[in-house]
C-alpha cells in the first residue's frame, strides 16, 4: 500500500468523523477537537511519506538505489540459499516496461535473478515493496536484453517480498522435485554462459550438480509428490544421470573460456564415463588438450587429434570438428619440422663446424707454410754450395 493511499484513507475517515459529528449536533468545542487530531495525523501522515519517498543508496557507489515504498515485516529478511517468491515489474526510465512475473520464485545468492536485484531481495523484509534503479553493470550490461533491453541500460524494478522458506534438504525432495530445480539451475546457468559470465555460469551449473547427483544420500524417496508408494525405477535415474551429463557437459564448455583446463577434463571425464560416444565431450576435450599444449611443456596435440577424430567419426559432417581437426594438422606438421630443424642442429650441426675448422686450419697451413719451405730451400743451396767448395779445397790443397 503506498504513502498516498493511507493519506488519503486518513483524510476520509477524518471527514466521515467530522459529518457524524455535525448530524449530531455535538458541541463546537468536540468538533474543534477532531479537526485538531485530523491536522496532527496529517502532519503525521505526511512525515511518514516523505520518509518513504527517500531514495538509499545500498551499495555507497549509486549502483543501486532503493526506495521503500510499503514497509515489510521486521527482522524478517532472507539468508543466503532461502526460498524466496517475489512479485515483480521491470521497466526502463521512460516507463516501458519489458519483463514482470508473480510469485516468482528464487534462491537468494544463487545468481537466479540479475546480481542488483539478488542483493536488493537480501536487503528486504517480508511483505515490503520497494522501487529500485540498478546501473548496467548489475542488471543486463553491455549486452543488454535485445529486444527489448538496450545495451548499457539503467532498468527500474518495483518489487514485493511475498514469501521467504527456508532452504530444502535436497535427500528429502523427490526425484522430479530435484530435476525441476536442477534443470532451472542448468538452464540459468546456459543464461549467463551465452552472455559471457562464465564464471557465475560454472556456480549455477555445481549448484545444479547439488539436486542432480544420486551419489550423496541417493534417491531413494517417492518418483514424485502424490506419487503414493511408486518407487524410483531405473529408468527415472538414467533420466537424472542424462541431466547431470549435460549440466558436466555445458559446465566445462565454461571451465575452458576461464581456461581452467584441469577442471574442463575433469568434467569431460565424468562425461565419457557415462557416454563414451559424446560428441560434444570428445570435442570440447580435443579442445582441452589443443589450449594446454599451447601453455605447457607438454605435447598435448596427438591427445587432441585422437579427441577430434573420434569426434568426427561420431558426426562426420560437423564442419567445426573437421576445422579443428585441419588447424591440429597444421600444427603437428610445424611440430614435427622443428623437431627435425633440431635433431639436425644436435647431430649435424657440430660435424659441419667440424670440417670447415679443420678446412681453415689447412688452409692456414698452406699460407704460413710457403715462406718457411723458400728458406729450406735457400738454406739447403747454400749448404751444397759450401760443401762443394770444400771438397775442392781438400782435392786440390
Not at 517480508?126 to 548489475?138: D, Q, T, V
Not at 547439488?210 to 524410483?232: C, F, I, M
Not at 527415472?236 to 559446465?251: H, Y
Request: proline share 3%.
Amino acid at each position: 500500500m503506498s504513502a498516498a493511499f493511507i493519506d488519503d484513507e486518513v483524510a476520509t475517515e477524518m471527514h466521515n468523523a467530522s459529518e457524524t459529528v455535525t448530524k449530531n449536533d455535538e458541541t463546537e468545542e468536540l468538533t474543534d477537537g477532531v479537526e485538531e487530531n485530523e491536522a496532527e495525523v496529517s502532519i503525521g501522515s505526511e512525515g511518514d511519506a516523505k520518509n518513504k519517498e527517500e531514495w538509499v543508496d545500498l551499495l555507497g557507489s549509486g549502483a543501486i538505489m532503493k526506495k521503500i515504498l510499503v514497509e515489510g515485516k521486521p527482522d524478517t529478511r532472507p539468508q543466503r540459499s532461502e526460498k524466496c517468491a517475489i512479485n515483480y515489474n521491470c521497466l526502463l526510465e521512460d516507463g516501458t516496461e519489458v519483463d514482470s512475473a508473480t510469485n516468482f520464485e528464487l534462491y537468494l545468492g544463487e545468481s537466479d535473478v540479475v546480481q542488483g536485484l539478488d542483493l536488493s531481495i537480501g536487503l528486504m523484509n517480508i511483505s515490503e515493496k520497494c522501487r529500485l534503479k540498478i546501473e548496467p553493470r548489475l542488471a543486463f550490461g553491455k549486452k543488454g536484453f535485445p529486444p527489448n533491453i538496450p545495451s548499457d541500460t539503467l532498468v527500474i524494478y518495483d518489487v514485493e517480498l511475498v514469501s521467504v522458506e527456508p532452504e530444502e534438504e535436497i535427500e528429502s525432495l523427490s526425484l522430479h522435485q530435484r530435476k525441476i530445480i536442477g534443470n532451472k539451475k542448468r538452464e540459468r546457468g546456459n543464461w549467463w554462459y551465452i552472455r559471457g559470465e562464465n564464471n557465475i555460469a560454472i556456480q549455477c551449473y555445481r549448484r545444479a550438480l547439488d539436486y542432480l547427483d544420486e551419489v550423496e544420500g541417493g534417491v531413494t524417496g517417492a518418483l514424485s509428490e502424490g506419487s503414493g508408494d511408486k518407487e524410483v525405477s531405473d529408468a527415472d535415474l538414467q533420466g537424472l544421470l542424462e541431466d547431470r551429463i549435460s549440466v558436466c557437459n555445458n559446465m566445462a564448455a565454461a571451465q575452458i573460456k576461464m581456461e581452467m583446463y584441469d577442471a574442463a577434463l575433469n568434467s569431460l571425464q565424468i562425461v565419457l564415463r557415462c557416454q563414451p560416444n559424446n560428441v560434444k565431450a570428445h570435442f570440447r576435450k580435443g579442445r582441452v588438450n589443443i589450449q594446454a599444449a599451447s601453455i605447457s611443456e607438454k605435447n598435448d596435440l596427438p591427445t587432441a587429434m585422437k579427441c577430434l577424430q573420434r569426434a568426427k567419426e561420431l558426426s562426420p559432417t560437423d564442419v567445426e570438428i573437421q576445422k579443428e581437426i585441419n588447424m591440429v594438422a597444421k600444427l603437428l606438421e610445424k611440430q614435427k619440422v622443428s623437431e627435425r630443424e633440431l635433431a639436425r642442429r644436435m647431430f649435424n650441426g657440430p660435424k659441419k663446424v667440424d670440417k670447415i675448422n679443420k678446412g681453415d686450419v689447412e688452409k692456414n697451413k698452406v699460407n704460413t707454410g710457403c715462406p718457411l719451405g723458400l728458406w729450406a730451400t735457400i738454406g739447403a743451396t747454400v749448404a751444397v754450395g759450401v760443401a762443394g767448395i770444400v771438397a775442392y779445397r781438400f782435392k786440390y790443397a
